[in-house]
């Protein structure tokens, strides 16, 4: 049975690329209805451990469990009701239009040969509103801009009712209207939702908890306002920064002081 939200388990994953390690012993978790984001430098292995969550990458070792379930042990149609993967410059050439590609999401929820229902059209439709690309729904899809691009994918993500939405960089290419209103979508979902986000100001405002990954390791996690410290700044990305409390939302806010850089590990 498909459930709102999904319970994410990830414990004590490694990754690898041939010889290369991308990633080392990994836990996290991300309870029902949470938001947990990703953050951590360009090649920290962000985009990897996601990977493994929506079973692109088999870790060599350790579990991604969902609701209890060993996810690469589930039968793909039974994850792909439940896990929905918004990803890097995902499917960019399909020869589809846009409303199609939303409609795809919906497969997971269909038998082979079923038709659209009205249900599945209303959804649709409603997915392509709520990231404003109602009036893209038969443009071709890969002839939009990056930024159309990627609200279509996540309209499509949207579209197939994930209980665990698993996004890689989601406001990549968005303009800053479009960054708040995706992320305010994925905050007010009833799903789990892990998301690897560059702006710490944006995974402050919009996460519960956030967890920091370097080199491959997980060197710090928690609520934002324990995470993001002028410490970890220079330590994980070797900045010297300044990180209060936004006098109106209470979120940590940073800012960066980019004339008193700091070697990375120096901090
Ligand atoms: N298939 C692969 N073969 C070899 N190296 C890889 C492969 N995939 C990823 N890597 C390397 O693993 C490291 C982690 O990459 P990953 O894409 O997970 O990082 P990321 O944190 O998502 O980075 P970014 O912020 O730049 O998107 C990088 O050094 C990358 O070059």
Same mark, same amino acid.
Do not use: I, M, Y
């Given at each position: 049975m498909t459930v709102s939200s999904s319970d994410l388990t990830v414990d004590g994953v490694t990754l690898s690329a041939g010889a290369r390690r991308l990633v080392q012993d990994i836990s996290l978790t991300a309870r029902p209805g949470e938001v947990v984001g990703l953050v951590g430098p360009n090649g920290s292995g962000k985009s990897s451990l996601?990977?493994?969550v929506y079973r692109v990458l088999r870790?060599?070792?350790g579990t991604v469990r969902v609701d209890g379930d060993d996810a690469w042990s589930l039968p793909v149609r039974r994850l792909a009701r439940t896990v929905a993967a918004v990803v890097q410059d995902g499917a960019a050439d399909f020869d589809l239009a846009v409303? *199609?590609?939303v409609a795809m999401g919906r497969t997971p929820h269909k038998r082979?040969?079923?038709g659209d229902t009205a249900e599945d059209t209303r959804i649709v439709e409603s997915c392509l509103a709520s990231v404003d690309a109602a009036d893209l729904a038969d443009r071709p899809f890969d002839r939009l801009s990056g930024g159309e691009r990627q609200r279509v994918l996540v309209a499509r993500a949207l579209a197939q009712r994930p209980s665990l939405l698993v996004l890689d960089e989601p406001t990549n290419h968005l303009d800053i209207r479009h960054q708040l209103q995706v992320l305010g979508i994925l905050r007010a979902l009833p799903a789990t939702v892990l998301v690897a986000l560059h702006d710490l100001n944006l995974a402050a405002y919009y996460c519960d908890r956030l967890y920091v990954l370097s080199e491959g390791l997980v060197t710090a996690s928690g609520p934002?306002? *324990?995470v993001l410290t002028p410490g970890l700044l220079g330590e994980v990305y070797g900045v010297a920064g300044e990180v209060t409390p936004h006098p109106r939302t209470g979120a940590p806010q940073v800012?960066?002081?980019p004339e008193e850089?700091?070697?990375a590990g120096s901090a």
């Open positions: 996601l990977r493994a870790p060599d070792s409303r *199609e590609v082979l040969l079923d934002p306002a *324990e800012v960066f002081l850089r700091v070697p």
